[in-house]
């Protein structure tokens, strides 16, 4: 059975009750990161200059957007490796980056133990009293020590220390903590719905198949972590790709009916929201295939809404991601409040 969006509980104490788990989540997003940030100072500081190495292989939850941040600076080959185990290649010349924020992960742990046989140098984001912190040990290991098992906050931490090993891009976990607690205060489930934009979103997908696109690499990569975020909360469909393989998704769209009736039964043709990830990007092809998408979806009848950072000519490319991807995820919270799910049922 169809549930049916009640935008009222949005703004309602009781309700926003269900959801609070999620909420309290999102909002200490910030706070995750600047203890990440502080607690890896020490490690940083004391690091010796390292050699270049000759590669650099990225293992666990988020190492592609470690390499979608490395890719256009990194001054060696850069891969992120998915499988089990390592690349052949790999040896005493190169660096293994590993990202365990849980810290057991049983499948790094081969790859861990592999690094070190090889004699390569280890960057292990973990817990220093973890199983993978243990089994990485080693004179050529780094341990940034990782108490919370969050992948965003492992991820800026990590990039933190591989820019000071002259490897990636500046990033700054002070600047985007404080970028985060500026959404989480934009989106406070205290903020009624006429000034939250994430309501204001979660509204507009109320009766809809969310069709989430970004042009560029990262804001790609916030496409597919909110559609993932919005399937999750909603347990309904959300698709994220490139504009060619959502044209003709758009193509099929029907338009949005005001007079369908909310209760009849499943099968009937749901109309669709096209979702910008708007990073701010310049590049004329990102620009060609957003008006292309728009004018499709304009002529289609179908409802266009945008996800934007707030343009301030000092953030990052990973400010600007961070931004928009906690965007979606309070937008899908409240999408799933507005269906009456709560937090035990995703």
Known sequence: MTLEFDESRLDDAAALSTVDTELRRLAAAGARVRVLGDAARPVRAGMLAPDRPRGVVALGAEARLVRAMLEPVCPVPFIAWSTGGLPGWVGPLDLVVVLAS?????????????AVRRGASLVVAANPDSPIAEQAASRSTLVLPVEHSDPLATVVVTLELLHEMGLGPAVDHERIAARVDLVAERCSPHRDL???PAKDLAVALAEAQPLVWGGSVLAARAARRIAEALRRASGRPALSADADALLPVLS?????????????????PRTCVLVIIDDGTTDERVRRDRGTLVSLAEGQGVRVCTIASEPTEYLGALDRYVELLQQGRYASVYLALGLGRGSDEW
């Open 194 to 196: 006429a000034s939250n």
């Open 252 to 268: 099929a769209c029907v338009p949005r009916d005001p007079f369908r009736d909310p209760f009849e039964e499943d099968g009937a």
């Open 102 to 114: 849980e810290g057991s992960e049983r499948d790094l742990m081969g790859a861990v133990a592999e």
